[in-house]
């Protein structure tokens, strides 16, 4: 299971987008429509390559924690510090992972020399792989494999990222003042614009906060909505 709620994530990213084609169809046509998106279909959509590879194998994929039954090697390898991520998604990967190790035996054994090959022998390469690993800690991994151009990351705890320096670089962490509750962090927007860079303007809502404001906004008047308030139509704090 993920670590987050990937598909309301995804599905509220999906909006966005469907959103801003409606909104371009409606200035090409001058017709606006009605957007149909569900949790169900977004789910569906992320799991496009597996279904791809069902209809191309007949195979359902396994469960491997972090690893990946159709690309090898792609998963957590244990370090003697912490966890570090490698991503060698293709034969080119490997070739630099395996250089920047020093590992040339690996390179020169002609059955990991594909991604196919790398998959079939699993059994045989994982273990040396793991060993190696093994041997050094994550951070001597890292300045080894990055410089190489080898896609890897340590596995952070969520508590080593307002500190880490893409984070900080990145402005991916807000810090907010929250009434009644002190400092509180939140993640930033990832939409990054060069001309019109999105802004945070308010701070999460409380339980019916802005409610009185918004209807005020689009006609209602105070007698209408302490009607509403009282009929418990509408929650107001």
């Given at each position: 299971r993920v670590g987050t709620a990937a598909v309301d994530?995804?599905?509220?990213?999906?909006c966005a987008g469907g959103i801003?084609?409606?909104?371009?169809a409606r200035h090409k046509t001058g017709k606006g429509q009605r957007l149909d998106l569900s949790l169900f279909?977004?789910?569906?959509?992320?799991?496009?390559?597996w279904l791809t590879n069902l209809g191309l194998t007949g195979e359902n994929p396994l469960r491997m924690g972090t690893g990946n039954s159709i690309l090898f090697p792609l998963r957590v390898f244990k370090t003697k510090t912490k966890p570090i991520y490698?991503?060698?998604?293709?034969?080119?990967?490997?070739?630099?992972?395996?250089?920047?190790l020093g590992c040339t035996d690996w390179l020169a054994d002609t059955r990991f020399s594909t991604n196919e090959g790398r998959v079939t022998h699993r059994a045989e390469l994982?273990?040396?792989?793991?060993?190696?690993?093994?041997?050094?800690?994550c951070e001597e991994l890292l300045a080894t494999l990055l410089p190489a151009g080898m896609p890897c990351s340590a596995v952070n705890l969520v508590s080593d990222l307002p500190d880490n320096p893409q984070v900080k670089a990145r402005h991916a962490i807000l810090e907010y003042d929250y009434p009644g509750m002190g400092k509180v962090l939140a993640a930033n927007n990832p939409i990054k614009l060069s001309d019109s860079p999105v802004e945070v303007r308010r701070l999460a809502p409380r339980i019916g906060e802005h409610t009185a404001e918004i209807m005020k906004s689009v006609g209602y008047s105070d007698s209408e909505i302490a009607a509403l308030r009282d009929a418990k139509a509408?929650?107001?704090?």
């Open positions: 994530y995804s599905t509220g990213a999906f801003a084609f409606a909104l371009l279909d977004v789910g569906m959509h992320l799991m496009s390559h490698i991503a060698g998604t293709n034969d080119a990967f490997w070739k630099i992972l395996c250089t920047a994982e273990p040396m792989m793991e060993a190696r690993f093994a041997q050094h800690t509408v929650g107001l704090p």
